[in-house]
């Protein structure tokens, strides 16, 4: 459940006002970074995830064991992809 409470507050973090397909039809560097693929969601989750890593004070892991972590992390990253409409067409 905190996976779904964590992912729902950094689903859209740094969103910056474009789509994906605006993103992937002219060439912008994320869509080429992220392999035109859920470029949006992608970029969302692994800025929060810096930002998480950056310094101990915004680790919201560090009282998980290594697999709690694994798994927490897997669960927020299927949370926010899960977020891309094209993914809901497939």
Request: proline share 1%; net charge positive; with cysteine.
């Amino acid at each position: 459940m905190i996976a779904i409470y964590i992912s729902s507050m950094i689903h859209d973090f740094k969103h910056f006002g474009l789509n994906n397909g605006f993103l992937i039809n002219n060439n912008h560097e994320l869509a080429t970074q992220y392999n035109d693929i859920s470029v949006l969601e992608s970029y969302h989750v692994s800025e929060a995830f810096k930002i998480i890593r950056s310094d101990p004070k915004y680790d919201i892991f560090s009282k998980f064991t290594k697999d709690e972590k694994k798994a927490l992390r897997k669960k927020m990253i299927d949370c926010v992809l899960s977020t891309d409409m094209t993914s809901h067409a497939r």
